[in-house]
């Protein structure tokens, strides 16, 4: 199926519930189809891999208004070129992270968008900070400057059962944030994938990451 009618049927999907961001999470995907993405009104790329986003950044430098995300688990020696190429970073888990991230950044006319990854379905798999730890790092990344806290991002349990409970949880989580005078500004709550995406929006999501939905099933080698 044609990209075009792949999100034709997401956006009707999502018309009752529409997210504030579509991210389309665009690991092996080429530049090429990113660009036909773009042609269709997409904005906002999600990438895992550091050197394979730089390279598409590379192709695509002529389009305006593209906003990269880097949504995939970060390495300490990488932090700086994150700072430096991304506008979001949605996988920060612990201070050190966040404060290399913060250096980085420093002379950038703007700060770095973050978001704290909570592994909220508690699979060693999957990354993130433990809830319990999200007040904490919340107050920290609050005060580094060259930083934004705009909210949380996980990846919720894929059996139906107990991402619903996830889903849940994270909404809670958020409006605990939210109703802090320190963090009364966030506004991004990250989660919902091409598995689940429209229950994450009936529950409060206003970010959803979409990939194979809109992409279709991709390999390394498809690059």
Known sequence: MPLAERLAHVQ????????QCLLAASKHVTAETLRGAYALGLRHFGENYLQEALD?????RDLDGVVWHFIGRIQRNKTAALARHFDWVESVDRPLIAERLHAARAGMVAPLN????????????????APEEVPVLALAISRLSHLRLRGLMALVHPQP??????????????LTLQQTQVHADLDTLSMGTSAD???ALQLGATEIRLGTILFGTRTQESL
């Open 197 to 199: 995406y429209l229950q």
């Open 161 to 174: 059962e107990r991402a619903g409970a996830d889903f849940r949880r994270m909404a809670e989580l958020f």
């Open 114 to 129: 973050v978001l704290i990854e909570v592994a909220i379905s508690g699979e060693g798999s999957k990354g993130g900070c």
């Open 12 to 19: 009707c999907a999502i018309a009752d519930h529409p997210p």
């Open 56 to 60: 598409k950044q590379t192709a695509l």
